[in-house]
Nanobody, 115 residues
Framework: QVQLVESGGGLVQAGGSLRLSCAASRSIVSVNVMGWYRQAPGKQRELVTTITSGGGTSYVGAVKGRFTISRDNAKNTVYLQMNNLKPEDTAIYYC?????????WGQGTQVTVSS
């Protein structure tokens, strides 16, 4: 089992940056895939980006070139660097750990981008 705690959300103007953190309760070295999802008001939760245990990354088209996911196994933490933020990035951002077919979620952190 893994507990995840997100932090780093907030209010930022369009064009600004934020860095989200996801701290895990145990080592993430063996976690197959860590990812960030987001859910905007009135919309379904969507996948934003993932990073595998081997360091491979993937991004949804809307954030490519603006967002960067990374992991620090020594700190049991995954990061999401978000640059050039847009109002449409406004959402609750959730950290996810997928390991051995099980999904674990954090409680989410709110990101609001004003125009």
């Amino acid at each position: 089992q893994v507990q995840l705690v997100e932090s780093g959300g907030g209010l930022v103007q369009a064009g600004g940056s934020l860095r989200l953190s996801c701290a895990a309760s145990r080592s993430i070295v063996s976690v197959n895939v860590m990812g960030w999802y987001r859910q905007a008001p009135g919309k379904q939760r969507e996948l934003v980006t993932t990073i595998t245990s081997g360091g491979g990354t993937s991004y949804v088209g809307a954030v490519k070139g603006r967002f960067t996911i990374s992991r620090d196994n020594a700190k049991n933490t995954v990061y999401l660097q978000m640059n050039n933020l847009k109002p449409e990035d406004t959402a609750i951002y959730y950290c996810n750990a997928n390991t051995y077919g099980l999904n674990y979620w954090g409680q989410g952190t709110q990101v609001t981008v004003s125009s």
